[in-house]
């Protein structure tokens, strides 16, 4: 796996996007990110992510090396 700031950027960026767009049309469309965006990141964090195999809060200095 190689690492590519900007790729890694735009992916998070247009994930979150599609996370809340998800999250305010299952609420009848009100668009307030900003009481949202903390739950939204945090649930990115606690997922498994296919690229690492593992949740990003999962990663740890130990365990980090063997992802890239």
């Known amino acids: 796996f190689l690492f590519n ?3 890694f950027t735009s992916f998070f960026r247009r994930t979150i996007q599609e996370r ?3 999250f ?3 609420r009848g469309g009100v ?3 900003v009481d949202q965006l903390q739950n ?4 990115y964090n ?3 992510h296919s690229s690492i195999k593992m949740k990003p809060n999962d990663v740890t200095i130990e365990n980090e090396k063997k992802l890239f």
Request: proline share 5%.
């Open 5 to 7: 700031p900007k790729f």
């Open 20 to 22: 809340l767009e998800r």
């Open 24 to 26: 305010f049309d299952s």
């Open 31 to 33: 668009r307030r990110w």
């Open 40 to 43: 939204t990141v945090a649930n």
């Open 46 to 48: 606690n997922t498994v």
